[in-house]
């Protein structure tokens, strides 16, 4: 059974600051997404990382894949009170099984920035 | 070009009610999937569709859920007799194509809570 651990599940940070948050997924996999999601609202999109070693940046947010290392990232920079949220990665297991498609979720990463 | 939509946003049942709720996917889109969020948890794979057919049921609970997708109109995701566990998200999201190269676009969800 596919596993996906986050951390930190919690993670208030202070406004300018730096920190990052860790994806671990259990099987093989080369396409893992990040989601945001504000309380009470549905998922939007961030990230679609499709290989290994791929990054990609928007913002004050970049996200990488290690594929060997079963690892993404999210890194976030000088962070703004905006960035508040809860942040999801979610992988899809390698075609080839019976995985249809369907997305495994991290338990999330609840962000808090403060000033 | 509307996106995935989903109704009713908001239900509540009593205990032993029945719940449907709704989802119709983006156009030129024919592959369902739901997912289920319990409160402070992460997504859950439920079932996934395509128009006439479940694929893959293998997150449902073994009774009182079922899922259809007919060949005109929304899918909708039915639950009978609800018990409180059952109060959750649910969302549903809609791709192109099913497999794990088709990114899936999320609806807004519907939050079910059972008195």
């Known amino acids: 059974e596919l596993k996906v651990e986050q951390n930190p599940l919690f993670l208030s940070m202070q406004e300018g600051k730096n920190y990052t948050i860790y994806c671990n997924y259990s099987?093989?996999?080369?396409?893992l997404y990040w989601y945001r999601q504000d309380p009470g609202k549905s998922l939007e999109s961030l990230f679609v990382?499709?290989?290994?070693?791929a990054v990609k940046q928007e913002g004050r947010l970049m996200a990488s894949l290690d594929t060997k290392a079963r690892l993404s990232t999210l890194h976030i920079t000088a962070a703004v009170h905006d960035l508040s949220a809860t942040y999801f990665c979610?992988?899809?297991?390698?075609?080839?099984?019976?995985?249809?498609?369907?997305?495994?979720f991290g338990q999330g990463t609840i962000l808090t920035v403060h000033p | 070009n509307a996106g995935v939509m989903q109704n009713p946003r908001h239900l509540v049942r009593r205990r032993g009610q029945e719940a449907r709720l709704r989802c119709s996917p983006m156009?030129?889109?024919?592959?369902v999937y739901w997912y289920r969020q319990l409160p402070e948890e992460g997504l859950k794979f439920m079932v996934y569709?395509?128009?006439?057919?479940?694929?893959?049921e293998s997150g449902m609970p073994k009774e009182r859920f079922s899922a259809e997708f007919p060949k005109e109109g929304p899918s909708i995701l039915r639950i009978q007799q609800v018990v409180r566990g059952d109060s959750a998200a649910y969302f549903c999201?809609?791709?192109?194509?099913?497999?794990?190269?088709?990114?899936?676009?999320f609806g807004p969800g519907t939050r079910l809570t059972v008195l």
């Open positions: 999201a809609s791709s192109p194509g099913g497999g794990p190269y088709n990114e899936q676009f």
């Open positions: 099987t093989t996999s080369d396409r």
């Open positions: 990382l499709l290989s290994n070693g």
């Open positions: 979610a992988v899809v297991p390698n075609a080839g099984g019976t995985s249809y498609g369907k997305l495994t």
């Open positions: 156009k030129g889109h024919s592959h």
């Open positions: 569709l395509q128009k006439e057919n479940i694929i893959d």
